[in-house]
Nanobody, 115 residues
């Protein structure tokens, strides 16, 4: 079974940065797509960033120019670099992957923003 394990969340000040990591249990190029979703307090889970097997990326409008998704095939890991974190960004960030129509989720890593 596919396993996705997130790490890198924590407490940051407004304007700060975090690098989130998602370690997969298998070659990440087996996935049609991988990415990150987040769920803030009282909000629905929303797409943050996605990268497909060909390397094409998609970002939510709210994070364009601030967040960057990347991958390291040798480490079976996908990253999300989050910069200039704002009040709209806190929540649980979930790693996502897909093989054909099958979807897989990590358990999430918490991002908290506080002055």
């Amino acid at each position: 079974q596919v396993q996705l394990v997130e790490s890198g969340g924590g407490l940051v000040q407004p304007g700060g940065s975090l690098t989130l990591s998602c370690a997969a249990s298998e070659n990440i190029f087996n996935f049609n797509a991988m990415g990150w979703y987040r769920q803030g307090p009282g909000k629905q889970r929303e797409l943050v960033a996605l990268i497909n097997v060909g390397g094409v990326t998609t970002y939510a409008d709210s994070v364009k120019g601030r967040f960057t998704i990347s991958r390291n095939g040798a480490q079976n890991t996908v990253y999300l670099q989050t910069n200039n974190l704002e009040s709209e960004d806190p929540g649980v960030y979930y790693c996502y992957s897909r093989i054909l129509q099958r979807e897989f989720w990590g358990q999430g890593t918490q991002v908290t923003i506080s002055s």
